[in-house]
Nanobody, 122 residues
Framework: QVQLVESGGGLVQAGGSLRLSCAASGRTFASLAMGWVRQAPGKEREFVAAISRSGSSTYYADSVKGRFTISRDTAKNMVYLQMNSLKPEDTAVYYC???????????????WGQGTQVTVSS
């Protein structure tokens, strides 16, 4: 079993930055690919980014490419999402997710965190 706890969400003005963190415990962190998925009110979950077990490969949604960066620190069992140049349309609950497979997708992740709210004001 894997437990994921997100932090770092909040309210920010358009153009600003936030860094989300996700602390993982339980199963060996190095055996897991990690990802971020978001869900805006009234919308389906949307894939944001994923990072492979080694950290050498990443996927990004087109909507965040060039603005968001996913990274991981295996020594600390942490994964991060650095979000720059934020836009009002980035407003959503952001979920940390984990899986033994590395893939691009908003569902089918084995493990999920509880989510952290990100609100971008215009």
């Amino acid at each position: 079993q894997v437990q994921l706890v997100e932090s770092g969400g909040g309210l920010v003005q358009a153009g600003g930055s936030l860094r989300l963190s996700c602390a993982a415990s339980g199963r060996t962190f190095a055996s897991l690919a990690m990802g971020w998925v978001r869900q805006a009110p009234g919308k389906e979950r949307e894939f944001v980014a994923a990072i492979s077990r080694s950290g050498s490969s990443t996927y990004y949604a087109d909507s965040v490419k060039g603005r968001f960066t996913i990274s991981r620190d295996t020594a600390k069992n942490m994964v991060y999402l650095q979000m720059n140049s934020l836009k009002p349309e980035d407003t959503a609950v952001y979920y940390c997710a984990a899986d033994k497979f590395f893939f691009y997708g908003a569902s089918n992740w084995d493990y999920w965190g509880q989510g952290t709210q990100v609100t971008v004001s215009s």
